[in-house]
């Protein structure tokens, strides 16, 4: 079992910027892709980024390329979710999930097997 615990969320303008942070405990991160994804009222929970076991590759969704940056500490069991430059329709719920397979990881919330409680993220116009 992992346990995922978000933080750093809150109320932001547009145009600036939080850190997200996802600490896991009960096993090592090291043994999974891990993953952000957010949902926002009325919408269906979307994958925004993700990155390998090693960190050596990541995706981000086109909607936040070149604003959101998604990194992972395998020695803290934590990974992080720098956003900046901030849009009102970033403005969602966002969840860590940590997905097993070894290679890659999972566009779609099915595919992982362990979740973090969410921290809301608003952006406000």
């Known amino acids: 079992q992992v346990q995922l615990v978000e933080s750093g969320g809150g109320l932001v303008q547009a145009g600036g910027s939080l850190r997200l942070s996802c600490a896991a405990s009960g096993r090592t991160l090291s043994g999974y892709a891990m993953g952000w994804f957010r949902q926002a009222p009325g919408k269906e929970r979307e994958l925004v980024t993700a990155i390998t076991r090693s960190g050596d590759n990541t995706y981000y969704r086109d909607s936040v390329k070149g604003r959101f940056t998604m990194s992972r500490d395998n020695a803290k069991n934590t990974v992080y979710l720098q956003m900046n430059s901030l849009k009102p329709e970033d403005t969602a719920v966002y969840y860590c999930?940590?997905?097993?397979?070894?290679?890659?990881?999972?566009?779609?919330?099915?595919?992982?097997?362990?979740w973090g409680q969410g921290t809301q993220v608003t952006v406000s116009s």
């Open positions: 999930a940590a997905d097993m397979r070894a290679r890659g990881w999972g566009y779609s919330w099915v595919s992982y097997d362990y």
